[in-house]
């Protein structure tokens, strides 16, 4: 397991399964892996503990099959390594392994290294897909090559599409009656002995799994205002797979086609960062890392404290730092506002969010982030500035998602604009020209 935590609709489980002889027994595994969590800034990662938590669940399910969950902490290689010389040992032979894919630079790094080793061993490492409805090359122009900008990627998107691209793979059957692996030396490492911490508010943060129809029905209508439950809020779940995205596909093809466009945009950003990794660390048109940013420290640490005197972009950078979860109209404009209005590179603020999101997703984060830049491979163009005042009076009218995050709004102790709108919004336009044609 990597980014599927659930046995049901889970196609790496149901490969393994589908494989085994008669003789075979399956084990489900996962790995912490050290070169993730080393780059993590704080030992109170809310993220590991929902990982934590999750994989204590799958365990207790495991073990009412007769199984049981391996976890281990470490580089990937070498938990794999222990845990087959640990087999060999007692006469058991590892003779494949099944794995979602995953299209990040780094994963696919890992998944090159560790292919060679269990190649090295014999053992068979087959990759499924599991975490998006149409992978890298699945969705393409008519000569090939990939879609750089959204509108026609989701138009072919909808021509390729079939219903067994979203059918629900039957693992959960077919788990309880397989044969399973036990382990009795092998037990789920603590959060301390990975050096975390537990997160005590962890319940109160996570939103239950249900894909709510009423939130779908009403999912066009309702999404842009931060103040009514108007999303689903099921983003962590996405990210990690407790739910299936062949599920989400489901419930957004009966009740929301906004919703559906949604998982279109995820589909793509997955596939972007398959096709052009440089764009994790660089601007996807390279032009744009030219742009000489004003980086100014105050104005970051302003905007990081929500404390930028826009009420609206206070109020999201708050929620974003009490719940880790931050709504995506608000998104938008707070990303918008730290690469124009204070010109700061989109890189800083895509590491803040990296750091923060309790649904961090490489590809949507960087993708994202590029667009509110207008860097990105299907941008926002760079003279399109957001006005936070505008969006305030759009969106939050009533200012009942403002008044909870910044209660002080309105008096003397809210501080007044770091930068003045019109002023902020010609300095972008003309520091974006001054390195760009027009036409960019």
């Given at each position: 397991m990597?980014?599927?935590?659930?046995?049901?609709?889970n196609?790496a489980?149901?490969?393994?399964?589908?494989?085994?002889?008669?003789?075979?027994?399956?084990?489900?595994?996962?790995v912490?892996?050290?070169?993730?969590?080393?780059?993590?800034?704080?030992?109170?990662?809310?993220?590991?503990?929902?990982?934590?938590?999750?994989?204590?669940?799958?365990?207790d399910l495991l073990k009412?099959?007769?199984?049981?969950?391996l976890?281990?902490?470490?580089?990937?290689?070498?938990?794999?390594?222990?845990?087959?010389?640990?087999?060999q040992?007692?006469g058991v032979?590892l003779?494949?392994v099944?794995?979602?894919r995953d299209?990040e630079?780094?994963?696919?790094?890992?998944d090159r290294?560790?292919?060679e080793?269990f190649?090295n061993?014999?053992?068979t490492?087959?990759?499924v897909?599991?975490?998006v409805?149409l992978?890298?090359n699945?969705?393409?122009k008519?000569?090939?090559?990939?879609?750089?900008?959204f509108t026609p990627?989701?138009?072919?998107?909808?021509?390729?599409?079939?219903?067994?691209?979203?059918d629900?793979?039957?693992?959960?059957?077919?788990?309880?009656?397989?044969?399973w692996?036990?382990?009795?030396?092998?037990r789920?490492?603590?959060l301390?002995?990975?050096?975390?911490?537990?997160?005590?508010?962890?319940?109160?943060?996570?939103?239950?799994r249900?894909i709510e129809?009423?939130?779908?029905?009403?999912?066009g209508?309702?999404r842009?205002?931060?103040?009514?439950?108007?999303?689903?809020r099921?983003?962590?779940?996405l990210?990690?797979?407790?739910?299936?995205?062949?599920?989400a596909?489901?419930?957004g093809?009966?009740?929301?086609?906004?919703?559906?466009?949604?998982?279109i945009?995820?589909d793509f950003?997955q596939?972007?960062?398959y096709h052009?990794?440089h764009?994790v660390?660089?601007s996807?048109?390279?032009a744009?890392?030219?742009?000489?940013?004003?980086?100014n420290e105050?104005?970051?640490e302003?905007?990081?404290a929500?404390?930028?005197?826009?009420?609206?972009?206070d109020?999201?950078?708050?929620?974003l730092?009490?719940?880790g979860f931050?709504?995506?109209?608000?998104?938008m404009v707070?990303?918008?506002?730290l690469?124009k209005?204070?010109?700061?590179?989109?890189?800083?603020?895509?590491r803040?969010?990296a750091?923060k999101?309790l649904?961090?997703?490489l590809?949507?984060?960087v993708?994202?982030?590029q667009?509110a830049s207008?860097?990105?491979c299907?941008?926002?163009?760079?003279?399109?500035?957001?006005?936070?005042?505008?969006?305030?009076?759009k969106?939050?009218?009533e200012?009942?998602?403002?008044?909870?995050w910044?209660p002080?709004?309105?008096?003397?102790t809210?501080?007044?604009p770091?930068?003045?709108?019109?002023i902020?919004?010609?300095?972008?336009?003309?520091?974006?020209?001054?390195?760009l044609?027009?036409?960019?």
């Amino acid at each position: 397991m990597r980014r599927d935590l659930r046995l049901t609709d889970n196609r790496a489980l149901l490969s393994a399964l589908e494989q085994a002889k008669t003789t075979d027994r399956v084990a489900v595994a996962f790995v912490f892996d050290e070169n993730i969590l080393g780059r993590l800034e704080h030992t109170s990662d809310r993220r590991v503990a929902f990982l934590h938590r999750e994989l204590h669940a799958i365990d207790d399910l495991l073990k009412s099959f007769g199984g049981q969950l391996l976890v281990g902490h470490g580089d990937p290689r070498s938990v794999w390594k222990a845990w087959m010389d640990n087999w060999q040992a007692q006469g058991v032979e590892l003779r494949s392994v099944h794995v979602g894919r995953d299209y990040e630079p780094y994963a696919q790094q890992r998944d090159r290294a560790i292919a060679e080793f269990f190649a090295n061993s014999n053992v068979t490492f087959k990759g499924v897909k599991d975490s998006v409805i149409l992978e890298k090359n699945e969705v393409t122009k008519d000569d090939g090559k990939p879609y750089t900008v959204f509108t026609p990627y989701s138009r072919k998107w909808r021509k390729t599409l079939t219903a067994g691209d979203y059918d629900e793979a039957p693992s959960w059957a077919s788990a309880q009656a397989a044969s399973w692996l036990v382990a009795t030396d092998v037990r789920i490492p603590s959060l301390a002995d990975m050096g975390f911490e537990a997160c005590p508010d962890l319940d109160d943060l996570i939103p239950p799994r249900n894909i709510e129809s009423i939130v779908l029905d009403a999912y066009g209508s309702k999404r842009d205002f931060p103040a009514i439950p108007g999303t689903s809020r099921l983003s962590i779940h996405l990210r990690f797979g407790t739910i299936g995205i062949r599920q989400a596909l489901r419930a957004g093809l009966e009740h929301s086609e906004k919703w559906t466009t949604e998982l279109i945009w995820r589909d793509f950003y997955q596939m972007i960062i398959y096709h052009f990794p440089h764009s994790v660390g660089g601007s996807f048109r390279p032009a744009y890392d030219a742009i000489p940013w004003d980086n100014n420290e105050t104005h970051f640490e302003a905007w990081c404290a929500g404390k930028t005197g826009y009420p609206l972009v206070d109020a999201g950078m708050r929620e974003l730092n009490a719940t880790g979860f931050m709504h995506n109209r608000v998104r938008m404009v707070v990303a918008s506002f730290l690469c124009k209005h204070l010109l700061t590179d989109w890189r800083w603020g895509e590491r803040y969010f990296a750091a923060k999101l309790l649904d961090f997703d490489l590809a949507s984060n960087v993708g994202g982030w590029q667009w509110a830049s207008g860097s990105g491979c299907d941008a926002a163009p760079y003279f399109r500035v957001f006005n936070p005042t505008s969006q305030l009076e759009k969106f939050d009218k009533e200012l009942r998602y403002v008044r909870r995050w910044v209660p002080e709004y309105g008096t003397p102790t809210y501080p007044e604009p770091i930068v003045d709108h019109k002023i902020a919004r010609q300095r972008a336009i003309n520091t974006y020209q001054s390195v760009l044609k027009p036409s960019a």
